[in-house]
């Protein structure tokens, strides 16, 4: 993969005495060793452009050039920061995404069970029950809640709950 660069860009990159280069590749980027985060706020460059230069996301996790504060860029790869990352529920929760973004990272609920998210952890993350259902939370996801677990988590009973969930269209 390839990137048209600028002549200050290049001597940015390059220095001074490995001139003229008008070209940046991934292999230039991964000889540097230069991370996602250098090469976004030193380096200038875009996170389209990035993108374009490696759209493969696991060569950017896979050679470390990625961590999780970064993830929030990366929503057009999407790189899911459960799966891909193997983050846990407490790194998710101490990101502070927005709902939205963690949905255009493809994180699920039922992602969000399996690495041990309970319904007192979910309070944390202070969604309403609308950004979960972006999330894929259904009735059938709280049908082992308890009342308290629903009233401690969203303020309603667990039936009220089930009852939303199942009628609710977004």
């Known amino acids: 993969m390839t990137m048209e660069i600028s002549s200050s860009e290049s001597i940015r990159i390059f220095g001074w005495w490995d001139q003229p280069r008008s070209v940046l590749t991934w292999s230039d980027i991964k000889d540097k060793n230069y991370s996602w985060r250098f090469l976004r706020d030193d380096m200038r460059f875009s996170a389209q452009q990035l993108y374009t230069l490696q759209g493969d996301k696991f060569e950017w996790i896979h050679r470390g050039g990625l961590r999780l504060g970064d993830l929030h860029e990366t929503t057009m790869f999407p790189i899911n920061p459960l799966v891909d990352m193997r983050a846990d529920i407490g790194e998710l929760c101490s990101a502070q995404w927005r709902v939205e973004t963690l949905a255009d990272m493809g994180v699920t609920y039922k992602q969000m069970v399996k690495f041990g998210i309970t319904p007192r952890i979910m309070t944390f993350f202070r969604f309403p029950l609308s950004g979960w259902v972006s999330l894929s939370l ?28 199942t009628s609710y269209k977004p």
Request: charged share 30%; aromatic share 10%.
């Open 138 to 165: 259904g009735s059938e996801d709280v049908s082992h809640w308890s009342d308290q677990d629903a009233t401690e988590t969203f303020g309603i009973g667990v039936f009220e709950l089930k009852d939303i969930l």
